[in-house]
């Protein structure tokens, strides 16, 4: 059932000051904003990318769902085909022995995840640069629903400039040895 315009707004009171320096109360209706999410994978490199990847909604993405769906029937294919190289960002999912043991197997000069930082997006390409780019494009306009945003989300990834995601595979390196600097601590601030 959807919601009609006046379930979705509030009202909230505006503080403005008078020139005799009273205080008056105005009412302004807002409407609340969307606030669904939807949850993706996608895989960047200087040679392209992948297509998104939507994940049903309540999928946990622990290392068996990862390994066995996401990288094995979606992501190493389609990486493969762009790039042949794999990276990941050690979210957990990402380090579980599960995935360690499919990503060993399957790709060549695979990087451990001991050596890099817990939850580490400040070494994401994805992360520090082409989400949030993404973001500010698909939220241009107003989104009603979550077809609504994927359908953006779709529409804007393919034509997303390949010239920013390059600019943020580049960058890794200089993170990378930033974050060794840092010991493994916060480094964005030194870039």
């Known amino acids: ?13 505006i503080w403005k000051l008078e ?3 009273r205080l008056s109360a105005e009412l302004l209706r807002t409407r609340s904003t969307f606030s669904k999410s939807v949850t993706l994978s996608v895989a960047v ?8 990847m939507f994940i049903e909604p309540g999928v946990k993405i622990n290392g068996a769902y990862y390994s066995d769906v996401l990288l094995d029937q979606h992501l190493l294919p389609a990486i493969r085909s762009v790039a042949g190289d794999l990276f990941t960002y050690n979210a957990p999912a990402h380090r579980a022995g599960d995935t360690v043991e499919f990503l060993s197997r399957n790709t060549p000069d695979f990087i451990l995840p001991l050596p890099w930082p817990p939850n580490s997006p400040d070494l994401n390409p994805v992360d520090y640069e082409v989400w949030g780019m993404l973001q500010q494009r698909v939220y241009h306009s107003s989104i009603c629903d979550v077809d609504h945003l994927k359908q ?3 529409e ?3 034509c997303f400039n390949q010239n920013i995601t390059d600019r943020a595979v580049r960058q890794w390196r200089v993170r ?3 974050c060794v600097r840092a010991n493994g601590g916060h480094f964005e601030h030194k870039l």
């Open 1 to 13: 059932m959807e919601n009609t315009d006046s379930e979705r707004s509030r009202v909230c009171p």
């Open 19 to 21: 020139e005799a320096g």
């Open 45 to 52: 490199s200087l040679l392209g990318t992948t297509e998104l």
């Open 152 to 154: 953006r989300l779709i």
């Open 156 to 158: 804007e990834w393919r």
């Open 176 to 178: 990378l040895r930033a």
